[in-house]
């Protein structure tokens, strides 16, 4: 008997330890949980249902400048149903959009994270690809267009390619057709509506297989759109990777395309205040250069802008008031723009009293950069005889400082 007592003693002992053993796992976890939620700051959240693929691993990436980076992962259930945080992208001075995908195997919805906190996305699976839906994101829903323009290319690519009845020549014409006419639809359609979205971007980077379509290493034509769009994020984001990455691939494709490539300016933007203006030439709403230093016997306002930005239209408003009052007195304006759209700088600059003139290469052309500018509108005050003055950041009063040289 007292055998039995002491077993049962022993047991219920053990018991006890077993559930204090098994509370103290439950808290540590709960803390570690918790721990692992705050180191992770904030989050937005990506959830939906991808129907038909039970079992199946849905994986969220990451759309770096390198590749795609695995964030998370979860087996799907019968409903579909599945749940991410994903990390926010930081809010500083490096933040820009950021893309994402989801996938199954091979087969992917790209999206991407801007503003929203939450984001929706539902889809029938095998045919996730083409038949998902996105709530939350104007800019995920513009980019799916797209990729279906490109599923629909890489279709034709397909019966082109098994058609026997064509000749390798005739194959490889109709195939480079089938791009051209792709391209033409992105750069009118997504990259110059609104040079700085983040569906821009997006359709700059498309690809068939692994091979870019736009090429801006080679084509001259296509460094104008990486162009286009790094002068309006440059605008919006400057200091993002992103950013950096689109202006490095412009700037190196304008000069691997540069007619001869006769020469290449590599002048310290700092020197510009030592050596005086740098004298460039750009064409006006008729084709005709204009040179800076044409004008060497007015005082200048140099004005590098885009039209396109939200204030241009106030702000050519005081430069009307600026240039009615001293303009008599030998004031000139050159207004530089550096618009994606030059039908747009032409139709907006057509009535300006002043000189306008149009940079295509946008942010990224080697006259902009030499004088430093880094956000637009940027400006230079320049004396009789083409001696710079100052930059806009260094005159406290704009009018003053024109006054005094006139």
Same mark, same amino acid.
């Given at each position: 008997m007292k055998r039995r007592k002491?077993?049962?003693? @022993?047991? @219920?002992? &053990?018991? =006890?330890?077993?559930? &204090?053993? !098994?509370?103290? !796992?439950?808290?540590?976890?709960?803390?570690?949980?918790?721990?692992?939620?705050?180191?992770? =700051? /904030?989050?937005?959240?990506?959830? =939906?249902?991808?129907? =038909?693929?039970e079992d199946s691993t849905l994986i969220v990436e990451a759309m770096t400048l390198t590749g795609p980076e695995a964030l998370d992962s979860l087996r799907l259930k019968a409903d579909g149903a599945f749940a991410f945080d994903l990390p926010l992208p930081p809010q500083d001075s490096t933040a820009s959009p950021e893309f994402y995908r989801l996938r199954i195997g091979q087969t992917v919805i790209n999206f991407v994270h801007d503003s929203t906190e939450a984001i929706t996305i539902t889809a029938p699976f095998p045919q996730m690809a083409t038949a998902y839906e996105v709530e939350g994101n104007d800019a995920s829903r513009t980019m799916k267009t797209i990729s279906l323009l490109n599923i629909q290319l890489q279709q034709q690519f397909h019966r082109l390619l098994a058609d026997d009845s064509l000749s390798a020549l005739e194959k490889s014409e109709r195939l480079q057709g089938l791009v051209d006419e792709y391209k033409t639809t992105l750069k009118r359609? $997504?990259?110059?509506? @609104? /040079?700085?979205?983040?569906?821009? $971007?997006?359709?700059?980077?498309?690809?068939?297989?692994?091979q870019m379509l736009f090429d801006p290493e080679r084509d001259k034509n296509d460094v104008q759109y990486f162009a286009a769009v790094a002068t309006q994020w440059n605008e919006l984001y400057p200091a993002a990777l992103r950013t950096e990455n689109l202006r490095n691939i412009a700037i190196r494709g304008l000069r691997n395309t540069r007619p001869g490539r006769p020469f290449e300016l590599n002048i310290d933007s700092d020197k510009v205040r030592e050596v005086g203006v740098i004298d460039f030439g750009f064409p006006d709403i008729n084709g005709r250069e204009r040179r800076l230093t044409d004008l060497h016997d007015n005082v200048v306002l140099l004005d590098f802008t885009a039209y396109a930005l939200p204030q241009s239209q106030q702000r050519n408003i005081l430069l009307r008031e600026l240039y009615a009052k001293y303009h008599g007195r030998g004031l000139e304006i050159m207004q530089v723009s550096l618009d994606a759209d030059e039908h747009y700088w032409k139709t907006m600059c057509e009535k300006l009293p002043w000189i306008c003139v149009y940079c295509a290469e946008g942010i990224v052309n080697d006259i902009v950069q030499i004088y430093g500018v880094s956000s637009l509108p940027a400006y230079f005050l320049i004396g009789r005889g083409s001696e710079l003055k100052a930059r806009g950041e260094q005159i406290p009063d704009l009018e003053k400082a024109i006054a005094a040289e006139l």
């Open positions: 002491a077993q049962r003693t @022993n047991q @219920n002992i &053990m018991r =006890g330890i077993v559930a &204090m053993a !098994l509370v103290v !796992l439950l808290v540590a976890w709960l803390f570690l949980s918790l721990v692992s939620c705050s180191d992770r =700051g /904030p989050t937005f959240s990506v959830s =939906g249902i991808i129907s =038909g693929a359609d $997504y990259i110059l509506t @609104n /040079p700085a979205s983040a569906a821009a $971007y997006f359709a700059l980077f498309q690809t068939v297989g692994s």
